[in-house]
């Protein structure tokens, strides 16, 4: 038994001491964290929405009798911080989701406001960093950036009932319990999502793989292409249904003629980008970093990658430097 599902089981039976009940909440907070990225799209207001989790926890402690474990009880005050939060809000969405596909002529828009958007997570701050491998790879998918953008179409009860079933594998009565509903009204929101779901065309393709020696030797290739801005091996490794966005502009590409085209273009200015790695949502993640006419580095796009069968099929550009670059623990400018 893992040091997490022990305490929570301790809790179950008699509630800890305050003195044990900081420790106790932190042991929950990255997959809390997981959770409320998964409900809101963003990883600032995840973030956020944990803590407040965390302040409505101690405040209410002297009320928590151990009826349920330490983790059921949190999270059924996740659920209803979430539930404010998305009160009346529009959905978050990916710039696939909002406009028909661009082209490199096209004259760039004024850019969208940052909850227009689904925002990428650092790897660390929502996935477990161990566990049952099956478990961990449920994780990792559930976190890709269509499948939140797809739970977004999902009212907020629908979206809670379909993650706490079929990501976290609760069981229908235990989700009842925490949604104050019955099972008949749990098992109803779940079909009722699953076909929302289904209508959103999500796809498979862009899943996270394992990274095995020859996602690696992918990965190694396209940085030292885009570092060297040899553009015909960058092209040579994307899919023909390559998709490229820059939230948080609504514009977005499709194929490599027309990503060549605006790195030829609009995106010259990469020329001499330099790459630090990271990871998001699964997904391998690069800070990049543009060149001054003086030849310093400055903050300009957290990109995301999504690989199938070998190709990229997808490259996200995140521009919002200022807040990014430090939620992903990336220096200001590269090494040298």
Not at 70 to 75: F, H, V
Not at 217 to 232: H, M, S, T
């Amino acid at each position: 038994m893992s040091d997490l599902a022990a305490a929570d089981r301790a809790a179950t039976t008699s509630p800890p001491e305050a003195g044990e009940l900081e420790g106790l909440l932190e042991q929950h907070r990255t997959e809390l964290t997981g959770y409320c990225y998964r409900m809101l799209g963003s990883s600032f207001e995840a973030e956020d929405a944990v803590q407040e989790t965390m302040v409505r926890a101690w405040r209410a402690y002297d009320r928590f009798e151990g009826r349920s474990s330490l983790r059921s009880w949190l999270y059924q005050i996740a659920t209803n911080v979430c539930f404010d939060l998305l009160n009346g809000r529009q959905r978050r969405a990916r710039p696939m989701d909002l406009t028909p596909a661009s082209t490199a002529e096209s004259v760039l828009g004024p850019p969208l406001a940052e909850t227009a958007w689904i925002e990428p997570a650092p790897d660390g701050r929502v996935l477990p960093d161990r566990g049952d491998p099956a478990e961990v790879a449920v994780a990792r998918e559930s976190i890709r950036l269509a499948f939140v953008a797809a739970l977004q179409h999902l009212p907020a009860r629908q979206r809670a009932v379909l993650i706490l079933r079929e990501v976290l594998r609760w069981k229908a009565d235990e989700v009842a319990d925490l949604l104050d509903t019955t099972v008949a009204s749990v098992n109803s929101a779940l079909q009722r999502a699953r076909a929302t779901l289904a209508d959103t065309n999500l796809s498979d393709a862009d899943a996270p793989q394992e990274m095995d020696d020859a996602q690696q030797a992918l990965l190694a290739r396209y940085v030292d292409a885009f570092e060297r801005y040899d553009l015909d091996s960058l092209v040579a490794l994307l899919d023909e249904d390559v998709r490229q966005s820059m939230p948080p502009y609504d514009l977005w590409l499709q194929g490599p003629t027309e990503i060549r085209k605006w790195f030829l273009g609009p995106g010259i200015e990469c020329r001499g980008s330099r790459l630090v790695p990271t990871q998001a949502n699964g997904l391998p993640a690069y800070g990049q970093y543009r060149r001054r006419p003086d030849g310093s580095y400055y903050p300009w796009s957290l990109q995301v990658l999504e690989i199938s069968d070998g190709r990229i099929v997808g490259l996200n550009y995140f521009l919002e430097t200022a807040r990014l670059f430090p939620l992903f623990g990336l220096p200001p400018v590269p090494d040298q």
